[in-house]
């Protein structure tokens, strides 16, 4: 399949308050193919927003290259075709969202590209259907859960149809069930849709059913691979001061403490299966 | 506590008057100013009076609701109302004191009273039928033409809804910084007026400090979600012109040409 981004040797170096040189991303190579759904880990300050930002050429790179679709972040001339095809929803639901209206700010984005009026109107239908928000489309966005909200600013993007919906840590600010609103439905947009994710979070727990795992440290990419390989190399991940996921957890202290369980066991029920299986 | 404040006055209920266009109220608003300031006798305020309440009927608008809005300018009114009663000279019916009540003052007061009444009340009535939104685009049509000579109509029109898009966000954040800065002993409430001033300061700075980080984050969403000024935009929701809109701009127009016949 084709490469929808194609990150290399992407350097950043930007100067810090203190006027001191400070190189956020060191020489990163990525390519991601349409259709996959890939989830970056990382520490705060690990350099994962940073990467997310050139995606969207909100940053252009100090050195290397990025491509999205073939085309080129460092040239102007490409920068809205860019960000229409590679979409991204930020941290604060608060603060992306423009109208005050829902569907008046779905609309925002397809009007930026001028799209005819009729045109707009299907589009926003749709991308409210598409998050299940179509009841709401007429409430003031401040009377709106933060799950709902990060909903209406994920249809504000698919309303523009990209390809990629690049995610900046989309449910760092959400309780639990707007988290699991939110992830239900960019699993969905993947699966149903075949839209690219990228999603980028410091919850371990949301990367287990990605197709793949990357882990960032101070700006390099540390870890690659399916989340099972990844989670396994628990102590490797320990020792950068991240977590795995809990029921991870859990299976490498039943293996530590001698008992028969496989140790890339990354959801409930599979440890449920494997615990039913011992006694 | 502070997110029971509504700006603006809207009332929303469907009528054929917040139907409108409004860029059509905006006009029939002007027009409808310009009538009431050209009123020489009470013969003319007879139509605007009329004109009024059949708007009024017509847009299901609650009366009370509308005199409820009076109340914040009853001073104004009252004020207005006791200075040309006194400072007009003529025929003198009544002395208090050093002042003189002349029988042209006491025609003046009622004559200005009942304007003042009837703009406060055909203003509102703006505000009232038309929601904020609406009201932005109504003025970033009209200011359309202007564009050609430099007047950033797209620009103020987006300024004013990312303002009214972000007043209850930053309500509720005024909220929760004053009840955080009372948990740790602010006191906001007593004192004399520069205490009470003083005191505001531990409460605007964060705000303020956050507004700014908002307006930063807001850009770059704005950015990313290829926004690039007025040009080339379209909207979802064209402003279009029915038969109602020129219903209204008639009967308004014909409210002009009423009073200033009536003048000669």
Known sequence: ????????????????????????????????????????????????????????????????????????????????????????????????????????????GPENLGIPPKEIRIRVDEALRSVGMTEHRKKGPHLLSGGQKQRIAIAGIIAMRPKCIILDEPTAMLDPSGRREVMDTIQRLNREEGITIVHITHFMDEAVNADRVIVMENGN???EGKPREVFTQVDTLKKLGLDVPQVTELAHQ???????????????DEMVIHLCQLL | MLRDITIGQYYPVDSIIHRLDPRVKIVATFVYITALFLVKNFVAYGYVLLFLTVSVLLSKVPFPFMVRGLKPLFLIIILTFGINIFMTKGEIIYQLGPLDVTKEGVI???????????????????????????????IEKLL?????????????????????????????????????????????????????????????????????????ELAMAMEARCYRGGENRTRMKELSFHGRDMAAFLLVTVLLVAVVIDRF
């Open chain 1, 1 to 108: 399949m084709e490469n929808i981004i194609e990150i290399k040797d992407l350097v950043y170096v930007y100067k810090s308050e203190e006027n001191e040189k400070v190189t956020a991303l060191k020489k990163i190579s990525l390519s991601i193919r349409q259709g996959e759904f890939v989830v970056v880990i990382g520490h705060n300050g690990s350099g994962k927003s940073t990467m997310a930002k050139h995606i969207n050429a909100l940053l252009l790179p100090s050195g290397g290259k990025v491509y999205v679709s073939g085309l080129d972040t460092a040239d102007e001339k490409n920068v809205w075709d860019i960000r229409q095809t590679a979409g991204m929803v930020f941290q604060n639901p608060d603060n992306q969202i423009v109208a005050t209206v829902v569907e008046e700010d779905i609309a925002f």
């Open chain 2, 144 to 216: 359309d033409p202007l564009k050609r000579f430099g007047v950033p109509a797209h620009e103020l029109a987006m300024m004013m809804t990312i303002a009214l898009r972000f007043i209850p966000t930053l309500l509720e954040e005024t909220d929760k910084i004053m009840k955080a800065q009372m948990a740790r002993g602010a006191d906001f409430e007593s004192g004399n007026i520069i205490n009470r001033a003083k005191s505001l300061v531990p409460l605007l700075v964060p705000l303020f400090i956050s507004a700014f980080r908002r307006a930063d």
């Open chain 2, 108 to 138: 003046q007061a009622v004559f200005m009273g009942i304007r003042l009444i009837l703009l406060i009340i055909g203003t509102s009535m703006l505000t009232l039928t038309t929601s904020p939104i609406q009201l932005t685009d109504g």
């Open chain 1, 221 to 223: 990419i540390v870890l």
């Open chain 1, 254 to 268: 039943l293996i530590k403490s001698g008992l028969n369980v496989p140790g890339d066991i990354l959801t409930v």
